[in-house]
């Protein structure tokens, strides 16, 4: 064998690069430099895939401060691989990446104008992928800064305006790593919202003229609509600004209430409605159809219950006297007008007239004129009594009245009381009382009262008496039967007398037929005489004595003739008859 030869192996180990954590950088920022570590006495030598990013395509050593570049929109990135040497040996490539955010923009902003109350919400647009935005007035109900979406509910309290200004910054955000744009700034100006001072409703009658209505708000500029629900007042239904006076109307019979809704706008910014009324009442009237009434002096009116068109109407009313003589009246009052008892005390008419006026929520409507006639009490003079015979007629009464016109009705007053001797009287009646033949057949005077009533317009007064008395006709009785005698007797003496006292007597012969003798006296008082009555006539012949009976007084009244008869036969003779002779 030959001789051994000695050598050695050296193996140097293999070099590691220490692992390089990523990196990210915004546009524009300068990296520092980047130093690798690993295995002792290593090199290193790295490369660069993209040199969009503003680094090198290559290099050894440290990689040197460089600003990193990134004009798009979207990241940039680049790996960057680091490979070790250590004495020729060549380690494991350590990959790592350099990330270059975009600058972001955020795109323009209109500045916002909008209502108290009003949610506002915006979300910015831009390149960025977050937006920080800051408030410098909180009082608009925004907070002082925020990021992303804006949204929150603007408030205004005032009557001005309130204005935020809002300042925008985009950015980019990658591996933690935010990149600010440029800033954005714009205004958020808040209204207030109009709110209409308190209008007043308006209490109108029919055809009364309306006030202006203007309308007013604590916010500068505002501006009106207004809509009326009930153009039948005379109101258009709707207009803007103020409303003009108009005649309001209402031809019903019920309150018609006009509602009016005011909308206020005011930069803008519409405003809450506000409403007010007019209530227009409708003219009431007096529906009475009877206006009138007539009644006799000392009656009681009637009660007139005032009539309307309109429910809950009232009524108050005054009265005129049309002279001194009328008492009783009340001549002012409200409600219904109310009895009276009411007292004329002339020989006319005399009338009392009201005047009634309806009134409904202090709306008066046309008057009314009612007249109340009260006709006086007509009064009768006093009628002279008479006194007749029975058989006579009276004279007809003259009625007199204090009240021209009067007319008079009459009855007999108990009439149930007059004896049926009384005969040929009338037991009621109207007009005059007309003169008629009265009998009285008993024995004594009767005295019919009539009971005479005047009567004007209507209107009975007081019953005056008419008294008169019918004084019998007596009767002559006889106190023998007619005689019957014969020629050349004496007839018997005759004693007339009545049931009526105190009756007189006169007779007469009234019939004294010829050749009759021995009539001495042919007419008397008291008794009729005996006298001696013969004749030579063959038959028999009658003597008729009338009596009549007369009352004594201041009425004295002959009663009804009455015929006594005496009868005289004649004497028998025998006339002179001749001898006859026969077988």
Same mark, same amino acid.
């Given at each position: ?46 490369? @660069? ?28 990135? !680049? ?20 990330? +270059? ?71 980019? $955000? ?7 744009? @440029? ?7 808040? *209204? ?58 209402? $031809? ?5 209430? $006009? ?33 009138? *009434?007539?009644?006799?002096?000392? *009656? ?7 009539? %309307? @068109?309109?429910?809950? &109407? ?41 005047? +009634? ?16 006639? +009260? ?25 007199? !009245? ?46 019919? &009262? ?12 007081? !019953? ?10 007596? +009767? ?29 007597? !006169? ?6 037929? %010829? ?69």
């Amino acid at each position: 064998f030959g001789a051994p030869t000695s050598f050695d192996y050296i193996i140097n180990p293999t070099p590691v690069v220490d692992s390089i954590a990523d990196l990210t950088l915004c546009a524009g920022e300068v990296l520092p430099q980047i130093d690798f570590t690993g295995t002792s006495g290593s090199t290193f030598s790295w490369n @660069n895939d993209n040199l969009q990013v503003g680094l090198s395509g290559s290099g050894t050593g440290s990689i040197l401060s460089f600003t990193g570049l990134n004009s798009g929109l979207q990241p940039l990135s !680049s790996t960057v691989s680091v490979t070790p040497t250590l004495n020729g040996c060549v380690g494991v490539e350590e990959d790592f990446l350099i990330t +270059v955010n975009p600058i972001p923009t955020v795109d323009p902003i209109v500045s916002i104008d909008t209502c108290s109350g009003s949610l506002v919400s915006y979300a910015f647009t831009g390149t960025g992928n977050g937006y920080n935005w800051s408030n410098d007035n909180t009082q608009t109900g925004l907070l002082g800064s925020g990021i992303d979406l804006l949204s929150f509910t603007a408030v205004n309290s005032g009557t001005q305006a309130l204005v935020s200004t809002l300042t925008v910054v985009p950015t980019y $955000s990658l591996n933690g790593v935010a990149c600010s744009g @440029n800033s954005e700034v714009f205004t958020i100006s808040v *209204e207030p919202i109009p709110y209409v001072n308190s209008i007043s409703d308006q209490e109108l009658c029919n055809g009364e003229q309306t006030q202006l209505v203007s309308f007013s708000s604590s916010v500068s500029s505002t501006s009106y609509s207004w809509i009326n629900d009930t153009p039948q007042i005379g109101l258009a239904s709707s207009g803007a600004v103020e409303i003009p006076s108009f005649t309001a109307l209402n $031809s019903g019979n019920t309150l018609v209430s $006009s509602l009016i809704t005011v909308s206020p706008t005011a930069n803008g910014c519409a405003g809450p409605d506000s409403t007010f009324q007019f209530l227009v009442s409708p003219t009431p009237t007096v529906s009475n159809t009877n206006v009138s *009434e007539t009644i006799c002096s000392s *009656e009681l009116s009637s009660e007139v219950t005032w009539l %309307s @068109n309109v429910l809950g &109407t009232t009524f108050s009313w005054t009265g005129v006297v049309s002279s001194a003589n009328l008492s009783g009246a009340t001549l002012n009052g409200t409600g219904n007008l109310p009895p009276m008892t009411l007292v004329n005390t002339s020989t006319t008419p005399e009338t009392v007239t009201y005047t +009634v006026v309806p009134e409904v929520n202090g709306c008066s409507g046309p008057s009314l004129e009612y007249t109340i006639t +009260v006709n006086p009490t007509p009064i009768l003079s006093s009628i002279i009594s008479q006194e007749i015979c029975g058989g006579t007629a009276f004279t007809t009464p003259v009625f007199g !009245s204090t009240v021209l016109g009067s007319s008079y009705s009459w009855t007999l007053d108990q009439p149930n009381q007059v004896p049926t001797s009384i005969t040929g009287y009338t037991l009621s009646g109207t007009g005059d009382l007309q003169g008629t033949i009265i009998n009285n057949s008993g024995t004594s005077p009767y005295t019919l &009262t009539y009971l005479i009533t005047p009567i004007a317009n209507g209107c009975a007064g007081s !019953s005056v008496p008419f008294s008169l008395t019918i004084n019998p006709a007596p +009767v002559v009785t006889f106190d023998l039967g007619p005689q019957l005698i014969c020629s050349g007797e004496m007839s018997d003496l005759v004693t007339l007398s009545s049931p009526t006292s105190g009756a007189t007597f !006169s007779w007469s012969v009234t019939n004294l037929p %010829s050749g009759v003798s021995g009539v001495t006296s042919t007419q008397g008082t008291g008794t009729i005489p005996s006298y001696s009555l013969s004749h030579v006539l063959s038959t028999a012949q009658t003597l008729t004595i009338t009596a009549t009976a007369t009352t004594s007084g201041s009425a004295s009244c002959p009663g009804a003739p009455t015929n006594y008869s005496i009868t005289i036969n004649p004497i028998p003779t025998v006339s002179v008859v001749s001898d006859q002779v026969i077988c």
